[in-house]
Structures are given as C-alpha cells and as structure tokens.
C-alpha cells in the first residue's frame, strides 16, 4: 500500500466533503450554474497563488500535447459538468444524499482504469463496488427534512443529477490519471484543468450575468461560495497527488469516503437540514466497506 497515496486521498475525502456541505448552503436562493462558475472562478485564484508560490510556472509544460488534452477534457467534465450537477442535486436530495450516490463514481473510475488503464481486475473488486453501489442507493432512498417535502419525480431528478455527476468524474479521474504524470507537479496539472472548466462555463452564462442581482446577495453567500471553491480546489489537488502516486482503483475509492465526513459534519454543524438516520448511517457503512474492499483488492 501506497501510505503517501492513501494520505493524500483521505485529506481529499475530507476537502470535498466540506465542499459538498458548503456548496449546498451556498447556492440556496442562486442559479447554480451561477453559483458553480463562482466557486470555479475562486479555485482558479487559489490554485494559481499556490503554483506562484511553488514555482510552477518556472517549469516548462508537457512536451507532448496529448497530456494537455486529458487534463483539459478532465476538468470540462469535473468543474463545468460534475459540480454543477452536484450543487443541483443538493437542492432537492440535501448533501448527504448527494454525495453518497454520487460516491458510485468508484465503479466508473475503476471500471475505466481497468479497461483503459491496465489496471488489475479482481473478484475483490466485484464486492466492493457492489457495496458501494448499494451503499449510495439506500442513503439516497432514506429521504430528509428537505427531500420529504418534494415530490417522487424531484427526488428522483436529485438522485439522476447526482448519478450523472458520479458517471462524468468516474470519466474525469481516467483522464487525469492518464495526464498528470506528463506535468511538474499535481497543483500545475489541477491548475490547468481548472482553467479549461472554468472557460467552459462561459457559452452557459450567456444573460445570467445580467439578470443576476449580485448587489442583493448577503455577505453569507459570497462567503460560501469561496470556501466552496477553496476546498473544491484543495481537494482535487489532494487527490492528483494521490493519483500521481498510485492506480485509480486504490486511490479513488479512499477520497470516495467522503460521504462518511460530510454526514458528521451535517450532524454536527447542520442538523436543521439534515436528518440522520439508520438508512444513511447504514449506507454509508456500506459504502465505506466496500471502498476498503476495494483498497484491499490491490
């Protein structure tokens, strides 16, 4: 077992598990795809501080251009298309919700990893994405304060914006995979990706900006979106430097703990708007065991 690996995916899970729960708290009232270029535009700021800082920029990029174009297409697919529908499926589903099915990107990423990276396939791996999955569906399926009050067809809507997203950053994480090494570093490779998320937002914000009354959102919201970007910015990287270091059927399945942080941070900080109970915690049991399963597989 990779332990610098293992570190760098659990600090992940912990990132993105704040980013789910402020992204959730941020966009409440705003357009998400509003919302979503916020936090991109501000993880775009950090990332370029942080490579400042290391020198990135001192260092010359990948010499072939195919190394450019997975990073690319990867961060199209995690900030233009997988945050989005992650900010919009907290709407109706609530963050626990959300990030627990979204967690089944384990069985895309390490089903692509497999198939295109030459990673190994074990029966091991059978069990524990199968854990996953039934762990992501019975926390889906276990309703909350906000979900109760929607109709079936919301719900419903919640869980399939989150699939989506699980199925667009299982393709994502291949990518990035396949690309980082070719970079300097893990922050230079996430800085790029961002940027080219980031100018993906564009063609969709045409006559948001202007119908936008930016003047009248509270200080709360503009607070939330940056540290939603913040920690959205800071996981990524946690988990290309994880991914740098070891396959994605070993590194992605421990940043996808998540669901484990983000239900005690709702129970500790959020409890007006989330309703733990036994089909979440039971759920995320199961998709913490088979993310182990997975781990354990290597």
Known sequence: MNTAAAVFALSAAVMLALRDTFGRLAIRGIDPVLGSSITAVVSLIVLTSISAAMGDFQTPLPTSGWPMLYIAI??????????????????????????????????????????????????????????????????????????TSLSPGSRLKGMGLALMSALVLGVSTALARKGIPAFASANQANLYATAAGTIAFLPFLSGKISKAEFASWPAKTWGLL??????????????????????????????????????????????MHERINFRVVAGAAAIIAGALTLILSR
């Open 74 to 147: 990867a961060g199209v697919l995690r900030i233009t298309a997988a945050r989005t529908f992650i900010l919009t499926a907290t709407q109706y589903i609530g963050s626990a919700r959300t990030s627990a099915t979204a967690s089944t990107n384990v069985f895309f990423a390490s089903a692509l990893g497999i198939l295109f990276l030459g990673e190994p396939l074990k029966l091991s791996f059978t069990g524990g994405a199968v854990l996953v999955l039934a762990g992501s569906i019975l926390v889906a399926q276990s309703g909350s304060v906000q979900a």
């Open 226 to 271: 940056c540290l939603t970007g913040t920690v959205a910015s800071l996981g990524v990287t946690f988990l290309y430097l994880a991914l740098a270091r070891a396959p994605v059927v070993f590194a992605f399945p421990i940043a996808n703990t998540r669901p484990l942080f983000v239900i005690a941070i709702a129970w500790f900080f959020f409890q």
